[in-house]
Nanobody, 123 residues
Framework: QVQLVESGGGLVQAGGSLRLSCTASGHTLSTYQMGWFRQAPGKERELLAAISRTGGITYYTDSAKGRFAISRDNAKNTVYLQMNSLKPEDTAAYSC????????????????WGQGTQVTVSS
């Protein structure tokens, strides 16, 4: 089972940027499709972005398109989420997850989760 640890969250003003990192241990990250999810209080967890094993295919939901970018560095066993133009409604706990599926962006396929990192955007 791959272990995932997120970092990079924090408090940022509206319009600011953050880059989240997710580092894997226990397994080589290149084995997995990776995704970023978030969950705000009182809401369901939602998929934001996913990236294929090699990074050649990316997938974004409407919540992430145009402002967020997912990338990965398999040599560092790390996947990233660059978040720009942040809004107060982006406030949530952000988690990365791994999937062995070859279909990129299907949220139900993700099976290994990190603990999450909190992002708070002030107005």
């Amino acid at each position: 089972q791959v272990q995932l640890v997120e970092s990079g969250g924090g408090l940022v003003q509206a319009g600011g940027s953050l880059r989240l990192s997710c580092t894997a241990s226990g397994h080589t990250l290149s084995t997995y499709q990776m995704g970023w999810f978030r969950q705000a209080p009182g809401k369901e967890r939602e998929l934001l972005a996913a990236i294929s094993r090699t990074g050649g295919i990316t997938y974004y939901t409407d919540s992430a398109k145009g402002r967020f970018a997912i990338s990965r560095d398999n040599a560092k066993n790390t996947v990233y989420l660059q978040m720009n133009s942040l809004k107060p409604e982006d406030t949530a706990a952000y988690s990365c997850a791994a999937s062995t599926s070859s279909i990129v962006g299907r949220s139900a396929d993700f099976h290994s989760w990190g603990q999450g990192t909190q992002v708070t955007v002030s107005s």
